[in-house]
């Protein structure tokens, strides 16, 4: 019977354990080799999987090696250089005009603090997260991308609904030496088994104290509605 422990902090401690056991290898999957890389792969990496960015990035990262570059870059080539990521328009011009902001105001480098981070282009408080905890080493909040936001509403870690919201819901219930992986955590959980349309609970470690389980309950509480809705 999936049934959560009696505190949020108590379930998310357990959710944590378990998942560390299960994927102890968890960290962040995309490709790169130091910050301006990072960043740009992040930037990439919206509404687009980490896999076909990984593929783009390879060629990307060989002709484009410093902020400079990205500033200078063509947008129309740009373009064509990331052509096969989504929104590949968009994205160039937030390339190349972050380059320039990296440029023009930050001699060359990627900014450290989430205020600079957040006046580049194309950069909002979740990229800037990535950044900093990667880049840095720096953690001062909880990364929600699309599968911490489901699995920690089915999970009942969160009843919140938008991402800042959860976030600020989270902080206080996950334990801080945690924050960084508890998004890899349960971004490897929500590819292999908790997926987002057909979740495999019958294999699933939490099953037993998740109140979404599939079998137990009729709702899914990431959607509010009845799994075969
Ligand atoms: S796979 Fe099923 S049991 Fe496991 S966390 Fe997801 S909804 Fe809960």
Redesign the pocket.
Known sequence: M?TPLPSRAEQTEE?VERLWEEYPDATISLNFSNRLELLVAVMLSAQCTDERVNKETEDLFEKYQSAEDYAEADVEELSEDIGSITYHNSKADYLKTSGQIIVDEHDGEVPDTMEELTELKGVGRKTANVILQHGYDLVEGIVVDTHVQR?SR??GITEEERPEAIEEDLLPVVPEDEWKWYTHLLIS??RA???ARN???S?????DI?????G??DV???SGEAWDA
């Open positions: 999936g959710v699995l089915r999970l959980h929500g088994v908790c997926t979740p495999d609970c294999e699933c470690v939490l099953a998740c109140p979404s389980a599939k137990d309950s899914d509480l990431a």
